[in-house]
């Protein structure tokens, strides 16, 4: 381990705790990371001196919270390139995010007979949303398809997209097989055509600067608590020039300008689509976690999940029974596997035993599943505290439970 390596880890207690008498390894970071202690302390701070309710207050905590909230998004403005934090919405997550997306874009810009595309290897939030406002209006979900090296089959683009499609939303990174997806070249072939795109970032802003104005994506949505953030944290964010026009989500305090029972007038955004108290301390935490990264640099946490991924692959492919699901050019982390015909429950079981924490199942990606005539995987999923040490352990476990499997 190297002295960097360490200095992460001493950052994180729980990686020091026991699990069945064994040190962990915790290799389950796509589902959800753990918080470095700048970030709970934070947050126990306002707790303990700031408290107090934002927007609404004369007084001087209210103030103070107020102040730690429009910074917080000002910090998260700056860590996706946002050009104005205007901008950037708090929200409790990705899966909140896409909610407020489908409907507040759906009742705005769509109608029966409209098209939405997705992809085949979408996560079931980035799914259900839409296919609940195609019920409502009486819409079309179109789906990319994928190739059988788990990429985007993009060429199809083109045929997908007519005079009707409304939106494609698509991940950027995929929380199964952890296949990068050429976003650049899927807003430009949407845009050629005024079609909007949102990025579904939750895989990919915790392992990567994501820039939406080098992206040019009219939407992304991610979730603070799978870039050491706090739970209950995440981001909506969206181009003004649909923003300003998108009705809001959710009705109550702070999203309004005047209210009458003769009518009611809304705020500007992003205040617009924050109606009621917003979980400050969660936003203010997830700020904290943005700057952790900001510090630690995007060139060294790519460098080295980079490394861990292709160590993992190295290997694992070619030994004890491992298949390696997809094979993607360009991979950002997570491994997908089975051994042999195991099923991945089994497999989970047996690391888990040996300390090991990974992720079995479909991954909420039960289309993709289908297309690849799987009942699930098992998942690594790699964040910044991760090792080879770690990998090494985990590759061990793999053998064991691959001799144990038969
Ligand atoms: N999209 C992707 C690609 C994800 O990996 C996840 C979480 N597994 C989500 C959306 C949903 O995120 P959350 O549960 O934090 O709302």
Redesign the pocket.
Known sequence: MTPKELEIRSQFAILYEKVYSKPLVYLDN???TQKPNRVLEKMQYVYEHLNSNVHRGVHYLSNQCTDLLEEARRVMARHINAAEEAEVIFT???????NLMAFSFGETFCKAGDKIIVTEM??H??IVPWQMLCQRKGMTLRVLPITDEGELDIEKLDTLINEKTKLISV?H???VLGTVNPIKDIVAKAHSKNVPVMV?G??SVPHMKVDVQDLDCDFLVF?G??MYGPTGS?IFYGKRQYLDQMVPYHGGGEMIDKVSFSGTTYNVIPFKFEAGTPDYVAAIGLAEAAKFMQELGFDYIENQEHDLVQYTLSQLQGHYGVNIIGAPKQRSGSVSFLINKAHPYDVGMILDKMGVAVRTGH??AQPLMERLGIVGTVRASFGIYNTREDVDIFVKAVRQASAMLG
């Open positions: 796509g589902a959800t409790r997550g990705t899966t909140e995010s896409i979408e996560h939030s980035n991940a990174v995929s929380n579904d939750a895989q979730s608590h799978k995440g991954h909420c």
